[in-house]
């Protein structure tokens, strides 16, 4: 059989949306991963020999290491390592000290974002988190062998505005292209609806490493509709190795840790908190000071440190079936996603809440990343199912007497766009300022600030008269553009207002144009090096075609190819790009494909 | 009111002039409806005539009666607030608001208890409807009525 054979140009009108692959990545607190979907379905990459990687980034003689290498440089007690920094993704969080872990991090002034010492810079959460996401792009590259560059990144489902923000700013600095932030719990429904082809409502019950996600969803026909979603994003297990730590200061009278002991000391308690998932007690032998030391604890001693923490999960549970005017026996099960819903008590409160057992039959660790891939997939293919959002907390506006105005209330469906009409409340009044704020809170003073602005050239009225619309508009990933217009007159005026990431304009323009630019460029070079080797190789193989074959190839196919590979041979190195090399080596492989059919 | 409320939900979500809202015929409309313009959707690009985010309000506004009936009446062109305040209403309200206060335990009763006026409420509006002859009349009924319907409304999502 002979097979068509494809214009130049007709090869390039098939690189469609449809061949743009896309991964989901689950950038964890402690760990992340990346997926993939292929014929089989959703797998996880392999990178550097573990499916996760650590959320960690080190600086070490001048160059950034991250994942496993910082981990370990972390482990030895280097200086210069920033971990858990998804935590501070959003600027007001880090206030609440007591809440946080003891983080190498510096105080700041409030609504600004932390800084870590590297080297002698300081860096932010969001450049720490773009040189993770860098990694994994290069690590990504390097294992499917080619560009990618579309991804969809999983963020806590309670993750305020300002922490998703940050989040796409960071994906973007290491040059990714979002296709879609979408919600840890929801993409975990992704994955067990699709598995499971279910129907009814679910709750997804997320404890990661350091936050705490609930939702819960209608799934419906391949429809994945969020009712309303909970938790608390300084909430996790890491929450629980520090109680087991500060139980065995005590116990083994351990005042004053140095840096390093703490660490060890750190690793000890994860190390007994694992053990405990099985059996009624646990025990590890380390060297500590110096000496040989044996730390155990036991089974029930462990559950009654874990009273506070529990009691926490209980109280969350209540205010999300609460704020979602749903009762908890509407649940049909509880899925079980994020590897700390393998202690054992954790499992057990939620079976007492719900009268019945927690599902845990998907990978806990696996499941977000691999549901992201399946919504990358649906992005950039299609499909049938579809993913209804909404946001976690409401945004408002400040009036009067600094009340907050909630316009979109938490759990509204996105994209949301609502529109409120304000008046002014003096005579004449020609500007009005307007403070956006999200939250819960009764006063504005008491919810975040997403950004200030001010509408001018509103028309003399008397008081009251005015007509001032503000239009609140939520994408799909939840990020919020604010305007706003007068509309007595006729005169249009109109301000968008993007909040911030509580970064300086200066850091700002340093994290887009020095330091990154230069990674970017290594990254071009690195894959248009891939794709000149590969071109090399199919030009070689095409060379020895004409030559083996020339015989059994048609006259047209034979000088068809003759010239290709004569215009291919033209081509340098220095000169081309990735993306020209890469259509050479499908136009090659075309012609190659069709010689073996003839020949064959 | 602004441009984009040109479109009315009633016809939007392809449902019947009448209250109360068929609830299940809504969540489908809605999730047809979304499957079509919703940002994600790839084939968005050539039928997604309708914001997503709109249809997204219609849908939350439309689960709740007073809203709903809003909607009814501007089909039928009529717009505004009651001339007067019904003091009746405003009584009935301010008692349940004790009851409410009093005894919390009692929410169920209550929610109960205003269910069965809600109901009430709701064939009143709808039987003023059917009679718009003296058109001037009724119109002030109906907005009396749908003014009863946000109290009670209102009184629900405090008991819930």
Redesign the interface.
């Known amino acids: 059989m002979v097979l068509q054979i494809m214009e130049p140009g007709q090869t390039g009108s098939h690189q469609n949306?449809n061949s743009i692959k896309a991964v989901g990545i689950d950038l964890g607190t402690t760990h992340s991963l990346v997926s993939i979907v292929d014929e089989q379905g959703p797998k996880i990459l392999e990178i550097e020999g573990a499916t996760i990687v650590p959320s960690i980034v080190a600086l070490a003689e001048d160059q950034f290491q991250v994942g496993r290498d910082a981990k370990a440089l972390q482990k030895k007690g280097h200086q210069h390592v920033a971990a858990s920094v998804k935590r501070l993704m959003d600027p007001d969080i880090h206030q609440l000290k007591e809440a946080l872990p003891k983080l190498d991090y510096l105080p700041s002034e409030a609504g600004e974002m932390a800084r870590f010492t590297l080297g002698n810079r300081l860096s932010n959460p969001i450049e720490i988190s773009a040189e993770i996401l860098k990694h994994l792009k290069i690590k990504t590259q390097e294992i499917l062998g080619e560009e990618i560059n579309h991804a969809v990144i999983t963020v806590p489902a309670y993750f305020s505005e300002r922490a998703r923000g940050a989040t796409r700013l960071a994906a973007k600095l290491a040059g990714w292209k979002v296709l879609?932030l979408i919600s840890e719990p929801t993409a975990a429904a992704i994955k067990f609806g699709l598995d499971q082809k279910k129907n009814g409502l679910f709750l997804i019950f997320d404890l990661g490493g350091g936050t705490f996600d609930l939702s819960i969803l209608n799934l419906?026909?391949n429809?994945f509709?969020v009712l309303a979603t909970g938790g608390d994003t300084l909430l996790g297990g890491d929450d629980v190795d520090r109680l087991v730590m500060i139980d065995l200061q005590q116990r083994y009278q351990l005042e004053t840790l140095s840096q390093t002991e703490e660490q060890g000391l750190l690793q000890v308690s994860e190390d007994l908190k694992k053990q405990l998932t099985q059996g009624e007690k646990a025990e590890k032998n380390v060297s500590f000071r110096g000496q040989n030391m044996s730390f155990s604890i036991r089974f029930e001693h462990f559950l009654t440190l874990l009273r506070p923490f529990l009691t926490k999960i209980e109280t969350l549970l209540d205010q999300t079936f609460d704020a979602a005017?749903l009762s908890k026996d509407t649940i049909q099960a509880c899925v079980l996603v994020g590897g700390s819903t393998r202690l054992k008590p954790v499992q057990s409160l939620l079976e007492q809440y719900f009268g019945k057992k927690p599902l845990a039959d998907l990978n806990p660790d696996h499941v977000v990343a691999e549901g992201a891939a399946i919504q990358a997939r649906?992005?950039t293919?299609?499909s049938d199912s579809?993913?209804?959002d909404v946001i976690p907390l409401s945004l408002g506006l400040e009036t009067m007497g600094g009340i907050a105005e909630k316009i979109v209330p938490r759990n509204?469906?996105?994209?949301?766009?609502?529109?409120q009409e304000f008046t002014t409340y003096q005579d004449d009044q020609t500007a009005m300022s307007i403070h956006v704020v999200q939250g819960e809170r009764e006063m504005a003073s008491d919810c975040r600030t997403l950004g200030r602005f001010s509408l001018k050239g509103i028309p003399p009225l008397p008081a009251g008269f005015a007509r001032i619309?503000v239009t609140f508009?939520?994408?799909?990933d939840g990020l919020l553009t604010v305007s706003a217009q007068e509309k007595t007159t006729g005169v249009y005026q109109a301000i968008e207002v993007k909040p911030g990431h509580g970064l300086t304009t200066a850091e700002m323009e340093h994290m887009v144009y020095s330091g990154f630019k230069a990674a970017q460029d290594d990254m071009t070079i690195r894959v248009k090096e891939q794709e000149w080797v590969k071109l090399q190789f199919v030009l070689d193989i095409c060379q020895k075609i004409l030559k083996a074959q020339k015989d059994n190839l048609s006259y047209d196919t034979y000088h068809q190819l003759r010239e290709l590979v004569t215009e291919t041979k033209r081509l340098t190195k220095k000169d081309g790009s990735a993306d020209l090399f890469r259509a050479y080596t499908a136009k090659l492989e075309n012609y190659f494909r069709h010689s073996e059919e003839q020949s064959s | 009111m602004s441009d984009a409320e040109i479109i009315n939900p009633f016809d939007l979500f392809d449902l019947p002039l009448t209250l109360p809202v068929d609830l299940e015929k809504l969540k489908n409309t809605y999730f047809e409806l979304q499957r079509q313009n919703h940002p994600d959707q790839k084939q968005s690009l050539a039928t997604g005539e309708i914001n997503a985010g709109l249809i997204n309000r219609y849908y939350t506004e439309m689960k709740k009666t007073s809203n709903a009936a809003r909607y009814l009446l501007l089909h039928y062109g009529i717009e505004g607030d009651a001339s007067t305040q019904d003091q009746e209403t405003l009584m009935e309200v301010m008692e349940l608001e004790e009851r409410l206060a009093q005894k919390p335990s009692d929410k169920a009763g209550v929610l109960a208890d205003i269910n069965v006026r809600m109901n009430q409420t709701v064939s009143a509006f709808l039987d003023a409807l059917s009679e718009k002859g003296n058109k001037e009349i009724e119109k002030d009924v109906l907005l009396k009525l749908w003014q009863r319907l946000r109290f009670l409304d209102q009184l629900i999502e405090r008991c819930s």
């Open positions: 949306n879609r419906e026909n429809i509709q005017n649906a992005l293919h299609g579809l993913l209804l509204s469906p996105i994209p949301a766009q609502v529109t619309e508009d939520v994408d799909a």
